[in-house]
Structure formats: C-alpha cells, structure tokens
C-alpha cells in the first residue's frame, strides 16, 4: 500500500530521515516507536507530502506522491497539535473540512458523537481545553472514512474514557483491513493496538517486526519490555537490529 524506499531527509547538518526504506500494508497496526527526535514526525510529513524528502521515493498504491495529490484522499491525519482558526466553530471547522472534501457522502461520524462534539459545537476552537481539541482532531482524520489513518500520539492528552473511546475505533477500523500508522510514547496504549513495530533511532530504521514475533523472541508479553530488550540486549542487537556501518568495524 506504501512503499518507502532510500527515504533521506535532512534539517541543515541534523540527518533527521536517513535512507529510511520500509513497505505498509493494508490490516496493519503499525506503531512507529523511537526516542524524541528519532524521526516520526518528520516520517509521517513525508508521507503526507508535508515535508519535501532530500531523496528516495514514496509510492502510495504503487503511484509516486510526487505526481500528484490525490492520494490524500486516502489518509486520513491526525496531528500531534491540531492547529485550527481560533474564531472558528467546531460545527464551522467540520463544515469547512466537508466543503473543503466536496460532499458529506460515506461520512463516519461515529467518534462525533461518542466524544459528544454536538453539544459543543458552538464552542470557538479558542475556548477549548487541550483533549477537547484533540477530539476535534481525532474525528476529522476518521471523518471521510480513510483507507489509511495516521495518528501521531492520538491518546495524549485525553481522559481516559475519552482515550479508550478512542482506541476501540482504531481496533475497529483496524478489522475492517485499514492501514492504521500510529506513535505514541505510552506503551500500554500502543500494546492492544499493535500488529508491527516499526524502530527509529536518529532517522534510521532499527527494525521492522511483527509484534507476536518480538514478544515470542524476548519471552516478554509486554510492548515496551520485548522492544526494550531488543534494543539492549547485546545478542538480539547483533542479530536483529540494524547497526550504523561505523560500529561494525
Ligand atoms: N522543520 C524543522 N527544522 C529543523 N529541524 C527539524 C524540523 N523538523 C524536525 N526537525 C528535527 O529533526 C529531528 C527529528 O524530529 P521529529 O519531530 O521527526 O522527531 P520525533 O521522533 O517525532 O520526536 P518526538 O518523539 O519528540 O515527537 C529532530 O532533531 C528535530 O529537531
């Protein structure tokens, strides 16, 4: 469904992608994990041709996004910081979004109203509290009923009902055979939602693995202890995880 191949991005001197070269398919969960600054964010900008790679390519569908921007259609997005007019309405900025996409067909507005937006729809995106904006985001990017959702740390910020509200709908979408790209820095959240880990570390792909696969290889049931050990371990290093050519030698 996505082919990344050689992706290379740099911020001045700071090689923030670095031939980054991976293949997403459609009924993955794929939790894109790595320390701060190890490159998610500008990954997944890539992808959404918010950010111009220096080199490689991107194929959605087998279609390079460089030649056009149609395949945006598919994905739907949410951001780490939804930034929206302040004056704007929750009702006015839906509205927009479905001017903006040309139709209310084939809408799923089952977040809208388990979040209970309509009650708040008269509210300005100034007023809102932090979660309550970051619900706005969550159902935007499932509104137009994406084959590809990207969620960039969808639960931070929520309450708890709010954020298990939010993960039943990612499983959900997952079962229907979407392609779901998500990161989060909370390994619990990530564990029930994950079908492949996807491993940055300075702009480069440590490895690609089946969660089952991890979890059975380390002997951990959790998330965050199997990669932990993956990446700490000195024989799961040497064997499984891809080292910078200046530490072979
Ligand atoms: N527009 C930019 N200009 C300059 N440097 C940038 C820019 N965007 C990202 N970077 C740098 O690129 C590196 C990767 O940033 P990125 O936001 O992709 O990391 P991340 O893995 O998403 O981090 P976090 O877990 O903190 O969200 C960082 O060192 C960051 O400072």
């Known amino acids: 469904m996505i082919d990344v191949t050689h992706l290379c991005k740099a911020f001045g001197s700071l090689q923030a992608l670095d031939d980054l070269t991976v293949s997403l398919r459609a009924g993955q969960s794929v939790s894109l994990i790595g320390p701060n600054g190890s490159g998610k964010t500008?990954?997944?900008?890539?992808?959404?041709?918010?950010?111009?790679?220096?080199?490689?390519?991107?194929?959605?569908?087998?279609?390079?996004?460089?030649n056009g921007w149609a395949y945006r259609n598919a994905i739907g997005y949410m951001p780490q910081i939804g930034r929206y007019p302040d004056n704007m309405k929750i009702r006015q900025v839906f509205d927009m979004m479905k001017d903006l996409r040309n139709g209310s067909r084939n809408l799923d507005e089952d977040l809208i109203e388990a979040f209970e937006l309509p009650n708040?729809?008269?509210?300005?995106?100034?007023?809102?509290?932090?979660?309550?904006?970051?619900?706005?985001?969550?159902?935007?990017a499932f509104l137009f009923?994406?084959?590809?959702?990207?969620?960039?740390?969808?639960?931070?910020?929520?309450?708890?009902?709010?954020?298990?509200?939010?993960?039943?709908k990612i499983l959900l979408e997952k079962r229907k055979g979407k392609l779901i790209l998500l990161t989060s820095h909370i390994m619990s959240?990530?564990?029930?939602?994950?079908?492949?880990?996807?491993?940055?570390?300075?702009?480069?792909?440590?490895?690609?693995?089946?969660v089952h696969w991890l979890k059975r290889l380390t002997g951990e049931e959790k998330l965050g202890?199997?990669?932990a050990q993956v990446m700490t371990s000195r024989r799961f290093r040497a064997e499984y995880v891809a080292e910078p050519e200046y530490s072979k030698s």
């Open 42 to 66: 500008t990954f997944i900008k890539c992808l959404l041709g918010m950010v111009v790679p220096d080199s490689g390519e991107i194929l959605f569908q087998g279609e390079n996004i460089r």
């Open 120 to 140: 708040l729809y008269n509210k300005t995106m100034q007023s809102l509290s932090g979660g309550t904006r970051q619900k706005v985001s969550a159902c935007l």
């Open 145 to 168: 009923n994406p084959q590809v959702l990207i969620l960039d740390e969808p639960t931070a910020g929520l309450d708890p009902v709010a954020a298990e509200i939010l993960k039943e």
């Open 189 to 210: 959240d990530l564990d029930e939602l994950t079908t492949d880990v996807m491993y940055l570390q300075d702009g480069k792909l440590q490895f690609f693995k089946e």
């Open 225 to 227: 202890k199997a990669i």
